[in-house]
């Protein structure tokens, strides 16, 4: 039984970093991308970055540079250290498992698995 749970989020202010996690089980990293997808109110839910099978990492462009997705120091898990935060980075973060390949990374909807959800609040 596949799950997935997220921790870490919070309310910063513009500018703070925040680290999120996300304890992952029942599956094999190298057959599984692992991503991170956020949705704001009101808006539809949207990549932000995916270890594709434990071995490269990708970005939405409006993360790159500042979002770094990894394997998390705890066994199990992929965290997203989110740097330089924005208040447009203000959403409920998800993580989620996918065996999709490369060209659908991006899209949620080949995602067969996901977490409840954390909220990230950031305010000017």
């Known amino acids: 039984q596949v799950q997935l749970v997220e921790s870490g989020g919070g309310s910063v202010q513009a500018g703070d970093s925040l680290r999120l996690s996300c304890a992952v089980s029942g599956l094999t990293f190298s057959g599984y991308s692992i991503g991170w997808f956020r949705q704001a109110p009101g808006k539809e839910r949207e990549f932000v970055a995916t270890?594709?099978?434990?071995?490269?990492?990708y970005y939405a462009d409006s993360v790159k540079g500042r979002f770094t997705i990894s394997r998390g120091n705890v066994k199990n898990t992929v965290d997203l250290q989110m740097d330089t935060l924005r208040p447009e980075d203000t959403a409920v973060y998800s993580c989620?498992?996918?065996?999709?390949?490369?060209?659908?990374?991006?899209?949620?909807?080949?995602?067969?698995?996901w977490g409840q959800g954390t909220q990230v609040t950031v305010s000017s």
């Open positions: 270890l594709f099978r434990s071995t490269h990492t």
């Open positions: 989620a498992a996918s065996r999709t390949i490369l060209s659908s990374i991006r899209d949620p909807t080949m995602y067969n698995y």
